[in-house]
């Protein structure tokens, strides 16, 4: 294929994984072209004009604000055609932009499912038995009575999930087969059979909120779903419940979330996903002996990484051959992009 025939994908100074460059190698109708950001922005803007798709960060504080993908950097890029988030989460990329500017976006839904979903079910087990708080008094020296961290086993319980899309419906599959667990599910979405199928009882919040033990997130930041975890919403769960998100940040009230703890209201939480990633270190929820803490790495494993970067890769190959690939956020932009990537390449997708 001639060069000038290639499809063209830029990347900011690095790729999650090896899979993203190794699965691209295999399909030569793809020039994949690494854009530094140690250079002037002038310089990477210049870049990024020059490819058809931009594979984008999905994490919103690991890139740079001026190359978040919002209308300010559309209109400096209008010939590019496809963006492609690294991850299931496109924090940085706004859909509605894109479909105004024409350009369709993908993302790597289940893709990382697995990991996100082992260490959502991790973080209840380990709550559940105050493994956190454990550790802490042990460290303390103040561990001589073991009735005093006295825990709760997960067998049975009663989970809500609050959204039951790839991650949802694999926790849900492991809670029930593995725990016996009764799953409820919150997904205005999905009708009822369909969370059935899933392995979940449809409910509506004010349900899931006043019956679970544990409350755990699995749905994107929307303008719908921003501080939907409030003061309120967290003093509607049960006394004693538990909090669970790998979902995003912002979802969440954070103080909020540190005063019904502080209260006795809620008996744990378990976060991977913050309003600022990483948070400062002195944030109220870092020092708390029943809050176990990580940097949003729930998806952050080496299967994980290979399988979304894989699909990523394979996504732009479907583009370059004149398919449209799965997973398209925006579909209404669909007639657009034909008539944009038919001008810009000559050839037609569909």
């Not at 024409?102 to 209840?124: I, R, S």
């Not at 059979?193 to 679970?212: D, W």
Request: proline share 7%; with cysteine.
């Amino acid at each position: 294929m001639p060069d000038q025939r290639r499809f063209r994908v830029g990347y900011l100074s690095y790729v999650p994984h090896q899979s993203f460059l190794d699965t691209a190698a295999q399909h030569p109708e793809l020039e994949i072209i690494r854009i530094p950001l140690e250079q002037p922005e002038a310089a990477v803007l210049d870049a990024l004009r020059g490819v058809d798709a931009y594979y984008c960060m999905a994490s919103r504080d690991e890139l740079p604000k001026p190359f978040h993908v919002r209308a300010a950097l559309l209109e400096q890029l209008p010939d590019l055609l496809m963006v492609g988030s690294t991850g299931a989460g496109y924090d940085p990329i706004d859909p509605e932009a894109c479909t105004k500017a024409g350009v369709l976006l993908v993302n790597q839904a289940g893709g990382n499912a697995e990991g996100v979903a082992e260490h959502a079910v991790g973080m209840m087990l380990a709550l559940l038995k105050r493994m956190p708080e454990a550790g802490t008094a042990m460290r303390a020296g103040r561990a001589q009575d073991r009735g005093a961290l006295m825990g709760r086993e997960l067998r049975g319980r009663t989970v809500g999930l609050v959204g039951i899309g790839h991650v949802g419906t694999r926790v849900a599959e492991i809670l029930r087969l593995a725990f016996s667990c009764p799953v409820l599910a919150c997904d205005p979405y999905l009708d009822a059979a369909t969370i059935a199928a899933r392995g979940a009882r449809k409910v509506e919040m004010p349900e899931l909120l006043a019956e679970s033990d544990i409350v755990s997130l699995h749905l994107p930041l929307t303008p719908e779903s921003r501080n939907l975890m409030n003061a309120e919403a967290f003093a509607r769960m049960r006394q004693g419940a538990i909090f669970v998100t790998t979902a995003r940040g912002n979802i969440h009230d954070e103080p909020a979330l540190h005063a019904a703890l502080r209260s006795g209201h809620l008996a744990g939480a378990g976060l991977d996903v913050w309003e600022l990633e990483p948070p400062p270190p002195e944030h109220p929820l870092l020092h708390m002996a029943n809050v176990i803490v990580t940097q949003h790495t729930a998806g952050v494993t080496h299967e994980s990484r290979a399988n979304i970067t894989r699909i990523a890769a394979l996504a732009f190959a479907d583009a370059a051959k004149g398919k449209l690939p799965p997973r398209i956020i925006n579909p209404a932009v669909i007639p657009r992009f034909a008539e944009r990537y038919a001008a810009k390449l000559g050839r037609h997708i569909g």
